[in-house]
């Protein structure tokens, strides 16, 4: 809970950075949009005044005249309307019949279009007529047939479309207000293009703070993840050493005893306890100063021809001494004579490291195969147990300093987390590798690789 507290500020500072770069390139946008609208709506009205030096209907000559042949039939419809309803009705069909007249038999929309293309500008234009009103002049007086509503006024207000004009006509049947807009092709790609820059800048700050970002989190995570390491391995390392010395001074305040002094046998007993833990906590020192000197110097072996089997069948036959009946050891080797360069002493023990964890995390009789075989110019050997297994998300992590498989809040097992990290050294000391496979509850699969020399 505390680490994504810690991370609380990071993510706020994150999601403030990404909102800032969505409102300044949304902003940009608008005023670039804006800067469009202004710019071929004042474009068109140049040309519309341009236009009328030679055409004093704006290209609307054509229309005119047929509307005004259309508004005859609907004087005489209008005189025979009976109630609201009818009138909604006939209001709607012209408005929908004037609409259609003024878009299709126009020639200012292609008039722009060569303005446009002339100024290089997009030529693409669609023309959008939004009527206002509609009188019908009858012989004594004007009828107000058609009056845009306020919410079709607001909704041409806020219509993405350019306006270019509006127009006010009067002929001999009709009078007419109507706004003339344009809506051009490739507008949002137009923008886009202009806004390119600023878009690639805001993607690619975003991306550079991502990198950073994720950058820290990995660095933050695995000082973390080192941390608990070294705390894990301070604690079993503290353990590992008290076992022994506290034995030693047992031992020891032991050998004071009357009764002791003067039993030879008991003395002797004592005696061999203490050698054998002082041996034990020697080998821990002499362990960590070793992997303290790896890190210093570089890991050095003195390798020389051996023949795999023969040596691998000397280990096991020491395995199966010291394991005895406490576990079932089975071997099977396909080596066919194979001789490689080992440092005698780091092979012995790193596959006596990854037999006795073989052991050593399984709850019931342990099950130990130990296989081994030639493949492509290498020399595999596999360490098969029956044991705890290990989980796929820990497996990437057991070969580094300090790791110990977890089983809960606690671990079972005692060691430093310095077997496998080890095994790994000396795999990669004869220019080899190791990995595992592995499943939780099923056992696991060691597998060491070094070349083969004959």
């Known amino acids: ?19 800032g770069q969505i409102y300044i390139v949304r902003q940009v946008w608008m005023q670039k949009d804006e800067v469009f609208s202004l710019r071929y709506g004042s474009v068109s009205k140049e040309a519309i005044e341009t236009f009328a030096a030679y055409d004093s209907y704006y290209g609307f000559k054509e229309a005119y005249y047929l509307l005004d042949n259309l508004a005859l039939l609907y004087i005489q419809k209008s005189r025979a309307l009976l109630n609201t309803e009818d009138s909604a009705i006939f209001a709607r069909d012209i408005r929908e019949n004037f609409t259609k007249y003024l878009t299709e038999d126009q020639r200012l929309s292609e008039y722009l279009s060569k303005y446009f293309d002339k100024l290089g500008l997009e030529k693409k234009i669609k023309p959008l007529i939004y009527v206002n009103y509609i009188d019908l002049i009858d012989i004594q007086e004007n009828i107000r047939v058609y009056k845009a509503p306020l919410s079709e006024l607001k909704k041409q207000q806020s219509n993405t479309s350019i306006l270019v004009y509006t127009f006010n006509s009067e002929e001999n049947n009709f009078k007419i207000s109507f706004d003339y807009y344009i809506d051009v092709a490739n507008k949002e790609k137009i923008i886009l293009r202009e806004i390119s820059l600023i878009l690639i800048l805001s993607i690619l700050s975003f991306i550079i703070i991502s990198a950073i970002y994720i950058a820290t989190m990995k660095s933050y995570l695995e000082e973390k993840r080192l941390s608990s390491l070294k705390t894990d391995f301070i604690n079993n390392m503290t353990h590992e050493l008290k076992t022994p010395l ?21 003395i002797i007993e004592t005696a061999n306890l203490i050698g054998k833990q002082s041996l034990h906590l020697n080998e821990l020192i002499n362990l960590i100063l070793e992997i303290s000197m790896w890190e210093r110097t570089q890991f050095q072996v003195e390798r020389k021809n051996v023949n795999i089997e023969e040596l691998i069948k000397d280990i096991s036959d020491n395995f199966k001494n010291g394991c005895g009946s406490e576990c079932n050891f089975t071997e099977e080797y396909k080596l066919n004579g194979a001789i490689a360069d080992v440092d005698i002493l780091y092979f012995t023990t790193m596959i006596n490291n990854l037999l006795n964890n073989a052991v050593k995390y399984s709850k019931n009789t342990p099950e130990v195969r130990l ?77 060491v690789s070094i070349p083969k020399t004959i």
Do not use: C, W
């Not at 080899?432 to 499943?439: A, I, M, R």
């Open 1 to 19: 809970m505390q680490k994504f507290k810690n991370l609380v500020p990071v993510f706020v500072a994150l999601t403030i950075f990404i909102l």
């Open 246 to 266: 506290s034995t030693i001074t047992v031992a020891g305040k032991t050998l004071k005893h009357d009764s002791v002094i003067g039993d030879k046998k008991k």
């Open 371 to 447: 296989e081994a075989h030639t493949e492509n110019g290498d020399i595999i050997i596999k360490v098969i147990d029956n044991g705890i297994g290990i989980s796929r998300s820990e497996q990437k992590n057991i070969f580094d300093k300090f790791y110990r498989v977890s089983t809960g809040n606690i671990h079972q097992s005692k060691g430093l987390g310095l077997g496998l990290y080890y095994v790994k050294k000396i795999a990669e000391a004869h220019d080899g590798s190791v990995g595992v496979s592995s499943k939780k509850g099923k056992g696991s699969v060691f597998i």
